[in-house]
């Protein structure tokens, strides 16, 4: 599945699109940098609450494939346009990290 | 040991303190850097994962201080300096953990005590000296060898 298919799919909003035609293999939640750094897969998901630049960054480094905000969580704008600079993929969930991953999961492994 | 190959590459960043909204983007810059001189994306990788984390302990933790890449044909260094405080105890701080981050920094997904442990994870070496009141060096080495990793 692709990015973009998982948005369709789920109807989440973008907010930057990077590489929407990335391809999904799983996903990673966490809110502390350095467990998404150590764990997080390359072209994964990362579903937080996280919305602040050094987000994109640690997005970049380990090739994200998009990073979900959930809660209707919105970054700043600089986030952004620093994420559209990088080409990282930024999603918005309205629901909670727990209906987010439950429903990224059952799209990803039905 | 044989004798070293010479570097091929020197670049060196200067990062101030506290700046959080510039954190992260050195790593970024040797990302794209290694990425454009050849380096194997295994050892990108990694070097990224150091870099980030060594950048966010110089803005986080330090008065201040520099990141320098060399690039050679065998391996790629890091050297994180900085013009303190220092570190008293090197050992507590390589414990998986350990951390003194403010509230402030836990609150944005700092203070999980694992930047140092990441950092000797994603590197051949990583050592560690350090002075009180005067500053610390960290220099992590990242073997180019034939990887296969994921
Ligand atoms: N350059 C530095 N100067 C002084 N103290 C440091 C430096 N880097 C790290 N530290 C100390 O080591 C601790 C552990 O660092 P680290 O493993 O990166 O975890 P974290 O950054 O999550 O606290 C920090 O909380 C801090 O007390
Ligand atoms: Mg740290």
């Known amino acids: ?110 | 040991m044989s004798p070293r190959i010479p570097p091929v590459f020197r670049r060196y960043w200067e990062v101030a303190p506290k700046d959080l909204d510039r954190a992260g983007f050195v790593s970024i810059e040797v990302r794209r850097a290694l990425f454009s001189l050849g380096v194997e994306p295994e050892v990108v990788k990694r070097a990224g994962i150091v870099c980030f984390e060594g950048e966010m302990n110089l803005v986080l933790y330090s008065e201040g201080g520099r990141i320098v890449l060399v690039v050679s044909p065998d391996r790629v260094e890091l050297l994180f300096s900085d013009r303190g405080p220092g570190i008293a105890d090197v050992d507590l701080v390589r414990q998986p953990g350990y951390s003194t981050a403010p509230d402030w920094a836990r609150e944005l997904g700092f203070g999980s005590g694992l930047g140092i442990p990441n950092m000797e994870q994603n590197s051949d070496e990583l050592k560690i000296h350090s002075r009180v009141g005067e500053g610390t060096v960290m220099r992590a080495t990242i073997l180019r060898r034939k990887y296969d990793g994921r």
């Not at chain 1, 973008?14 to 590489?19: K, P, Q, R, S």
């Not at chain 1, 502390?32 to 997005?59: C, P």
Request: aromatic letters at 4%.
């Open chain 1, 1 to 110: 599945m692709t990015v973009g298919e998982l948005v369709r799919e789920l109807g989440l909003e973008v907010l930057v699109a990077g590489d929407l035609e990335a391809d999904v293999h799983g996903g990673y939640c966490a809110d502390l940098l350095s467990e998404v750094l150590a764990h997080a897969a390359k072209g994964d998901i990362w579903i937080t609450h996280q919305k602040h630049l050094n987000v994109v960054a640690v997005a970049k480094l380990k090739e994200i494939g998009a990073v979900v905000l959930v809660r209707g969580l919105r970054p700043p704008q600089e986030v952004t346009d620093r994420a559209r600079a990088e080409g990282v993929t930024i999603l918005v969930s309205p629901t909670s990290a727990f209906e987010t991953a439950g429903r990224i999961h059952r799209a990803l492994f039905p």
